[in-house]
């Protein structure tokens, strides 16, 4: 995108004020998010596309219809998975970026996202939630409800998967740090190794405090900028939600490595 | 010779370039298979098996007239296939052998996705030609060799940039007859305009955002729009529009880029696409960036093509009565010019309603 775009769109949207922010008590990365079909209560998938477009990080587009009313609903979600919160916070504003309207504002409500926008009438919904940009839209000809919508796509992201209920559930083999410790501002390669019993795709969410697990290139890594105990707890999830967890814990301490 | 054989055209489909064509004699390629041993060496042709009323007079002139017609839009336009010897080989299946056309009439009739039928036929030395086998071809006439994003090469299954023979169904079909670049980018701009409201409206309840054209270009899914399916649902937005018409028209050899105006800028009363109501887009009195399928550098200089919306036509663009004016190859223009620019925005939002031709690209398919 255009330099001189991308600046007028974070004037536009204040992106100072709210670049960063977290609204969850902690860090939450998410890895390989896949849809199902079923994330949606009342909505089925028509279509679930995965895009690698260049200049735009990976993105799931699907198309929602109603499960039970024949209605001419549709709804248009499309996920952006970034490498970090940070970068998740710049896709936001390219994003924001692809709006005509002049009048798409900042939504006050802390229950969407760690920052949301949307278009007046709530026909859009554009929100970031740790490293993941959700667009959550009106797409038929009647009219959808999309803060609802976006609401329980967002309740879905950040909740801790159950792991009881489900009989064929991932095993993790392998969730590993680096031994000793780690010093402030600096970063460990995380090592996760998972597996589904039937053989199926599994994404995995990275609930971390108080760092955050990035990816950088084609690896993990956990960074934290303050000095104490360090806690990482991963999901790995199947197609079923099926989930297996597994913690570990570090210590950072003060000082140059 | 071979059982006799007739498939139907879209399971036959061929594309020509005109420009590219044009002077050239066309060939194509044929493999036969005997099935009588005792056939050693044959002459084969094709002819054309629709061929215009004999009749004399008002009714017969009359007739021949419509004929023509017909055949220009949907009929045969590659003539026929020349007689030549074929001689078999042992095995009985010959190689793929090479067949000059004549009467080839794709160059007169211009843009076009048409059905060819013909009627093959055998002959021994001295004999009366029998028929043997129907064959029928879909043909697309484009005007020049696709531009990108559409590519010619690789030749796989995985180069999804080819040019789509379901995109060349609709491209030729609404750019018909037409001989030249801005007719054909003109027709493509009218039609996807005429989309509206029916098949797709502007974007209104979600603040004008893209819907098929984010990052890459859903060809799929406005493909199943058009069929009367799901699609990506009914809305779509300028950047969507800029991309149907400049994918649309480049199939057919045009050369047009999708590029942004702006940023933030006040709008004089336009008809969105799918609206009945004149009004500065849904109301919000200014665009933060508008996108066009545009010529050349995408400059104030170049002409755009603008499916997204009717700007007013007459003399004074700021107020009522409206004239509507779809911008088809209008030239984009500065302040004061009384093209495109002073349609699209207010006197005070011209400045603003630059062109960002660094932004100018094709997207690419899915």
């Known amino acids: 995108m255009a330099t001189e775009m991308l600046d007028e769109l974070k004037r536009r949207y204040a992106y100072e004020a709210w670049q960063g922010t977290n609204r969850l008590p902690e860090n939450l990365f998410i890895q390989g998010l896949f849809l199902t079909g079923d994330e949606l209560p009342g909505w089925r998938a028509h279509r679930i596309q995965d895009v690698l477009a260049a200049g735009w990080p990976r993105m799931i587009q699907s198309i929602w219809v109603p499960t039970q009313s024949a209605s001419d609903a549709l709804c248009d979600l499309v996920v952006f998975e970034c490498g970090s919160r940070a970068e998740a916070h710049g896709v936001l504003v390219r994003v924001l970026g692809e709006f005509q309207s002049p009048r798409v504002r900042a939504r006050s409500e802390a229950s969407i996202g760690d920052v949301a926008f949307g278009a007046q009438g709530d026909g859009a919904i554009a929100f970031a939630r740790a490293n993941l940009v959700v667009l959550a839209r009106d797409a038929g000809r009647a009219k959808a409800p999309i803060a609802e919508i976006a609401e329980a796509f967002d309740g879905d992201v950040v909740r801790k998967p159950t792991l009881e209920g489900v009989t064929v559930v991932p095993e993790i083999r392998r969730f590993e740090l680096p031994a000793g410790e780690i010093h402030v501002g600096g970063r460990v390669v995380l090592e996760v190794e998972a597996a589904d019993p039937l053989g199926r795709p599994l994404w995995h969410k990275f609930f971390s405090s108080p760092g955050q697990v990035r990816q950088e290139d084609d690896r993990l890594v956990y960074e934290t900028e303050s000095a104490g105990p360090q806690e990482i707890t991963v999901y790995a999830i199947n197609g079923n939600r099926g989930a297996a967890s597994q913690q570990a814990q570090l210590t950072a301490v003060q000082g140059v490595k | ?366």
């Open chain 2, 1 to 366: 010779m071979a059982a006799r054989l007739s498939i139907n055209p879209e399971d036959s489909p061929v594309a020509y370039a005109l420009a590219e064509t044009k002077g050239n004699t066309i060939t194509i390629q044929a493999q036969f298979r005997r099935l009588d041993p005792r056939l050693r060496a044959v002459e084969i042709r094709a002819v054309d098996p629709i061929v215009p009323s004999g009749n004399s007079g008002c009714l017969g002139w009359l007739w021949r007239l419509i004929f023509a017609i017909l055949r220009l839009l949907f009929g045969n336009v590659l003539g026929e296939v020349k007689a030549r010897r074929v001689v078999f080989p042992a095995s009985g299946l010959t190689s793929l052998e090479t067949f000059q056309l004549r009467r080839v009439r794709l160059w007169r009739a211009g843009v076009g996705v048409r059905a060819t039928t013909w009627r093959w036929q055998y002959r021994r030395r001295k004999h009366p030609w029998t028929d043997f086998a129907t064959s029928e071809h879909r043909i697309y006439s484009v005007l020049e060799t696709p531009k990108a994003p559409w590519q010619q090469t690789p030749h796989a299954a995985s180069n999804t940039q080819l040019p789509w023979s379901d995109v060349l169904d609709y491209a030729c079909r609404w750019a018909v007859l037409t001989k030249n670049r801005d007719d054909a980018a003109a027709r493509v701009t009218r039609e996807v305009y005429n989309l509206g409201p029916g098949t797709v409206v502007y974007d209104c309840p979600g603040g004008g955002s893209t819907r098929y054209a984010l990052g890459q270009f859903n060809c799929t899914a406005f493909l199943e729009r058009l069929r009367g399916g799901i699609g990506n649902g009914v809305y779509v937005n300028c950047t969507d529009c800029a991309t149907f018409v400049s994918t649309f028209a480049n199939i057919l050899g045009c050369d047009l880029w999708q590029s942004r105006m702006g940023w933030g800028f006040d709008l004089n009363s336009i008809l969105a696409i799918g609206s009945s109501t004149w009004q500065t887009a849904c109301g919000w009195g200014g665009f933060s960036y508008h996108e066009v399928a545009w010529k050349g550098a995408c400059n104030a200089n170049e002409e755009v093509y603008d499916a997204c919306l009717l700007v007013d036509g007459d003399a004074d663009p700021t107020a009522a009565p409206h004239t509507p004016l779809l911008p088809v190859n209008l030239r984009f223009g500065n302040p004061g010019d009384g093209v495109y620019r002073d349609r699209l925005a207010t006197p005070a939002g011209r400045p603003a309603c630059a062109p960002q031709p660094t932004t100018r690209q094709r997207r690419t398919m899915n």
